[in-house]
């Protein structure tokens, strides 16, 4: 246990090191000694306890006898001791003339982990975990928070940072109640803030992550809760990176759908020209028959007539082609491939300028 009744005083271990971890040697001795006469109390039951105060554990205040009760009974790693300990300090840094208690009582009977009221009717807890803790205790929690306007500090252990841009639904809570999460690393005496943010690029769903790392004991608590560092200035850069990848997102998609409309197009504009082809081939094969078939009749009648001659749209002056292809900055040889592609009906494979060529010299 962190804290004892001592002469009608709430003590507690936190104070018996600095900031270094370093024990007041004077303050370690007088609390020994009053735990020799019998005058330190358990806060729960009123048994005597004694004060442990090693070079290598956290120091701790522990009943002489086993017997039941509810305080000291548990079993703590050191890691949450010492955890307690770094925050209670930085709770004292940042509010040099307020009290902060350790294990507080509150009035529906839960504890935080640390409690802190300041002037001006400022009210902080600390609450300090290694595990998630129950979506019931947390909504009771933050509930009684809410209703006494208390500031809540959530604090986790570094261990339940994954490193991950998608966070778990407990630090979701957490993130929601605090508007990021804080992770602390006890061995390194470090605090990590990590903020996750999720969006969408169309159906997809993506996840970005902020997170920065700061030394202990150069952080200070404001006084509605928040950290008091650059963090924040960091997460305006990642909401501007989103911005930009959605803004991005949305001219890409512009441009897929400027080029379907294109290509719609070239399409329909291809088909046309393809009917447009057809029908003169047509044309010109009527006309082919009608010609041939009014020869042949003023034959039969025994009126010579000169044969109709009938320009072949196919077979044009060679020399007079090529010119006329090769002043538009065409190859000639690809122009006639593309010319026979035309006669068979595949218009809708050739290039536009060879159609274009091809057309132009049929009108």
């Not at 548990?74 to 003339?97: I, N, Q, W």
């Not at 305006?236 to 400027?258: D, G, H, P, S």
């Not at 020399?319 to 809708?348: F, P, T, V, W």
Request: charged content about 30%.
């Amino acid at each position: 246990m962190e804290n004892c009744v001592y002469q009608g005083d709430v003590i507690c271990t936190f104070d018996l090191k600095d900031e270094n971890g370093i024990y007041y040697e004077d303050m370690v001795l007088d609390w020994k000694q009053a735990a020799s006469n019998r005058l330190l109390t358990c806060m729960e039951c009123g048994a005597n306890v004694y004060l442990a105060a090693g070079p290598i554990k956290e120091p701790y205040f522990s009943h002489y006898d086993v017997m039941e009760c509810n305080y000291g009974s548990g079993h703590e790693t050191e890691e949450h001791k010492k955890g307690k300990r770094l925050l209670y300090h930085m709770l004292k840094r940042s509010f040099p003339d307020a009290q902060v208690w350790a294990r507080f009582r509150m009035d529906n009977g839960m504890y935080s982990t640390l409690y802190c009221e300041a002037s001006g009717g400022i009210k902080l807890a600390v609450d300090y975990r290694l595990q998630n803790n129950s979506l019931d205790k947390f909504q009771m929690r933050e509930s009684f928070y809410q209703s006494k306007q208390i500031v809540p500090i959530y604090v986790l252990g570094i261990r339940m940072e994954k490193d991950i841009a998608q966070i778990d639904w407990y630090q979701h809570l957490l993130q929601s109640a605090m508007g990021y999460l804080v992770f602390l690393d006890v061995e390194k005496e470090q605090l990590t803030l990590k903020k996750s943010f999720g969006y969408r690029l169309g159906n997809e769903r993506k996840f970005k992550y902020c997170e920065k790392t700061y030394p202990l004991r150069e952080l200070t608590v404001s006084k509605d809760g928040q950290m008091v560092c650059d963090f924040s200035e960091e997460c305006m850069k990642v909401e501007a990176w989103i911005r930009n990848e959605k803004q991005q997102y949305t001219q890409r998609k512009e441009r897929l759908r400027l080029l379907q409309e294109e290509k719609q197009r070239l399409e329909a504009a291809e088909q046309q020209r393809l009917e447009e082809y057809r029908r003169r081939r047509l044309e010109e094969e009527n006309q082919d028959k009608y010609s041939t078939k009014d020869g042949r009749n003023d034959d039969q009648n025994g009126v010579r007539i000169e044969e109709s001659y009938v320009v072949q749209a196919f077979k044009p002056d060679n020399k007079e082609e090529r010119d006329y292809i090769e002043s538009l900055g065409l190859n000639y040889s690809i122009y006639q491939k593309c010319k026979q592609m035309i006669k068979e009906g595949n218009a809708h494979l050739v290039a536009k300028k060879y159609y274009d060529a091809f057309y132009n010299r049929m009108i």
